[in-house]
Structure formats: structure tokens, C-alpha cells
């Protein structure tokens, strides 16, 4: 890069090869706006791979593929993972007084074995590990019926999520009583306890792959929150569609409270709850 901060005019000029690389291998759009922004991830990872050229490092995108390839490695450093526990108050009240009781009385009275709840787009598992606590407070004696399953396309952020040990900032939101009894304190973090993360598993998953999600035991709840805004219109509605193929024709779709559907042509009503609202399946 000059002193400027703009990169060589090599790179610049594949912008749109890299832009379309990501968009068609993950979905995820950047738009011109925000070329500087990709253009330095390349830079970062043609210095990670001793790659001299950006030719040669998009050569190397196209002929390294599957988990632990030069691919992954693209997706971990473009996707962006900023997240904590109890994220959104008001999502995680609905979720406690209205989703979760409503869904745990239908698992009863259907002699469901699970209530199946997918984290999409999970980060490093804070969410997922969020639900998990909720229900262990909340509903206790529910706690070993219920499956979580958080996905997402960085395999870093998976492992890191399988590890369960998090910052003070990412666990600034929980209360001292949660604190203390579902976490182990390890210097200045904290470990999830075995008994939460027993109810949670994380897997590496393309969301706009559509057999990706076919894998995962059939969700009750989807939660899709605050990762939308990454996709373009087309990608969108591919991830819309791929959920509406697996999710139970009672369940649920959450989004991020900025998050919408709107605009798109896609197979469910909305829902409003208190503050909030969601998504569920069209009636045929």
C-alpha cells in the first residue's frame, strides 16, 4: 500500500474478480464502497500465503477449496464477528416469555424428543450459549430435551465458539448470578460450565448452500440476527429459502430487530410480539 492507503494499482484493478469470488462462494457482497476494506483482507492473506501477485493468490482461491483450505481462510478473514451474550434484551424477553414456553408445551404435547433451536450465522457461540443459560434458568427441567445448533461460514469463529471461553466484554450482559453459576473463571475470562455447553453444538456451514442446513436436525426456532445485512437482495432470498426448507411448519423465524423481509419474495408471514416480531411459514 502507498502512503495514501491505497493499494497497488494491480490489486485495485481485480477488485471485481475477489468481489465476485466472495459473492458467488459465500454470498457475501461487498460493494464498491467498501472495496478498500476487501482489498486489504486480500492483501492480508497474499501475505499470509507468499503469494507475490494478487493473479496468483486468486488463482490459488479457485484451486483451494473444502474446510482448512486457502478458501476458509478467505472467509475467515472477510466475515465479521462482533457479538456478545444477551444481545438484544428485548429479543431475549420474547424468546423467555413467549417463544420458549409456547414451543416446550407444544414438544410435550406432540411427544417431541427435542425442541430443536438453530443459531445461523453464530459467531463465536455466544447466542447460541445465551438460549442455553435462558432455558437452564428459565425451564429447567426442559434443559435435556432441548438441541441447539449454531453454524457459520468462519471456521475460526467455530472453534473458538467449541472452546467456550470468552472475555469480560463479551460477557458484559450477564448478570452476576449467571456469572457464577454458568461459568469457570480463568484469569481474567470465562469458561462456559460442561453442563451449558452439552446442550449446544457448532458446525462450519454456507448458508447459501442449499444443502447445507439439510444435515441439522429439523429447527422448532431459527435465529438469523444482524447477519442479513451482509447479503445482497439475490443472496437474501437464497438463505430465506434454504430456512423455510428445513424449519418445522410451526416454527419460528427470529431476525435482528433492524432486520427485515420486506421486498422479498418469500414464503412467510410476519408475526408481531411484544417490541418484536418474527417470521412463520405460510399455511398452504
Request: charged content about 25%; some cysteine; overall charge positive.
Given at each position: 500500500?502507498?502512503?495514501?492507503?491505497?493499494?497497488?494499482?494491480?490489486?485495485?484493478?481485480l477488485f471485481p474478480e475477489?468481489?465476485?469470488?466472495?459473492?458467488?462462494?459465500?454470498?457475501?457482497?461487498?460493494?464498491?464502497?467498501?472495496?478498500?476494506?476487501?482489498?486489504?483482507?486480500?492483501?492480508?492473506?497474499?501475505?499470509?500465503?507468499?503469494?507475490?501477485?494478487?493473479?496468483?493468490?486468486?488463482?490459488?482461491?479457485?484451486?483451494?477449496?473444502?474446510?482448512?483450505?486457502?478458501?476458509?481462510?478467505?472467509?475467515?478473514?472477510?466475515?465479521?464477528?462482533?457479538?456478545?451474550?444477551?444481545?438484544?434484551?428485548?429479543?431475549?424477553?420474547?424468546?423467555?416469555?413467549?417463544?420458549?414456553?409456547?414451543?416446550?408445551?407444544?414438544?410435550?404435547?406432540?411427544?417431541?424428543?427435542?425442541?430443536?433451536?438453530?443459531?445461523?450465522?453464530?459467531?463465536?457461540?455466544?447466542?447460541?450459549?445465551?438460549?442455553?443459560i435462558l432455558i437452564q434458568?428459565?425451564?429447567?427441567?426442559?434443559?435435556?430435551?432441548?438441541?441447539?445448533?449454531?453454524?457459520?461460514?468462519?471456521?475460526?469463529?467455530?472453534?473458538?465458539?467449541?472452546?467456550?471461553?470468552?472475555?469480560?466484554?463479551?460477557?458484559?450482559?450477564?448478570?452476576?448470578?449467571?456469572?457464577?453459576?454458568?461459568?469457570?473463571?480463568?484469569?481474567?475470562?470465562?469458561?462456559?460450565?460442561?453442563?451449558?455447553?452439552?446442550?449446544?453444538?457448532?458446525?462450519?456451514?454456507?448458508?447459501?448452500?442449499?444443502?447445507?442446513?439439510?444435515?441439522?436436525?429439523?429447527?422448532?426456532?431459527?435465529?438469523?440476527?444482524?447477519?442479513?445485512?451482509?447479503?445482497?437482495?439475490?443472496?437474501?432470498?437464497?438463505?430465506?429459502?434454504?430456512?423455510?426448507?428445513?424449519?418445522?411448519?410451526?416454527?419460528?423465524?427470529?431476525?435482528?430487530?433492524?432486520?427485515?423481509?420486506?421486498?422479498?419474495?418469500?414464503?412467510?408471514?410476519?408475526?408481531?410480539?411484544?417490541?418484536?416480531?418474527?417470521?412463520?411459514?405460510?399455511?398452504?
Amino acid at each position: 500500500m502507498t502512503a495514501q492507503g491505497k493499494h497497488a494499482p494491480e490489486l485495485t484493478a481485480l477488485f471485481p474478480e475477489f468481489q465476485s469470488f466472495l459473492y458467488e462462494a459465500a454470498g457475501i457482497y461487498f460493494p464498491l464502497e467498501n472495496r478498500e476494506r476487501l482489498l486489504g483482507h486480500v492483501q492480508a492473506r497474499m501475505d499470509a500465503t507468499g503469494k507475490r501477485t494478487p493473479k496468483e493468490y486468486l488463482a490459488l482461491l479457485n484451486t483451494s477449496r473444502g474446510r482448512g483450505s486457502e478458501q476458509w481462510a478467505f472467509f475467515n478473514q472477510t466475515t465479521v464477528n462482533e457479538t456478545f451474550f444477551f444481545r438484544d434484551d428485548v429479543q431475549f424477553a420474547v424468546f423467555k416469555d413467549k417463544l420458549l414456553p409456547e414451543l416446550l408445551q407444544l414438544r410435550r404435547r406432540n411427544r417431541q424428543r427435542k425442541l430443536n433451536i438453530l443459531s445461523a450465522a453464530s459467531s463465536s457461540g455466544e447466542e447460541a450459549y445465551s438460549l442455553a443459560i435462558l432455558i437452564q434458568q428459565q425451564f429447567p427441567m426442559e434443559q435435556n430435551f432441548v438441541s441447539i445448533t449454531g453454524v457459520d461460514i468462519n471456521s475460526d469463529v467455530i472453534d473458538r465458539a467449541k472452546e467456550g471461553l470468552y472475555n469480560r466484554y463479551s460477557v458484559r450482559n450477564c448478570s452476576p448470578q449467571q456469572l457464577g453459576v454458568y461459568f469457570t473463571p480463568e484469569g481474567d475470562k470465562y469458561r462456559v460450565k460442561p453442563d451449558v455447553k452439552q446442550m449446544v453444538s457448532f458446525q462450519v456451514v454456507n448458508l447459501i448452500d442449499p444443502g447445507s442446513l439439510r444435515g441439522l436436525p429439523r429447527p422448532d426456532l431459527i435465529l438469523c440476527r444482524n447477519a442479513l445485512i451482509y447479503f445482497d437482495k439475490e443472496s437474501k432470498l437464497k438463505v430465506i429459502q434454504a430456512f423455510a426448507s428445513v424449519l418445522q411448519p410451526h416454527g419460528t423465524l427470529i431476525l435482528g430487530r433492524t432486520e427485515s423481509l420486506f421486498g422479498l419474495d418469500h414464503p412467510f408471514n410476519l408475526v408481531h410480539f411484544l417490541r418484536s416480531c418474527g417470521y412463520r411459514l405460510k399455511t398452504k
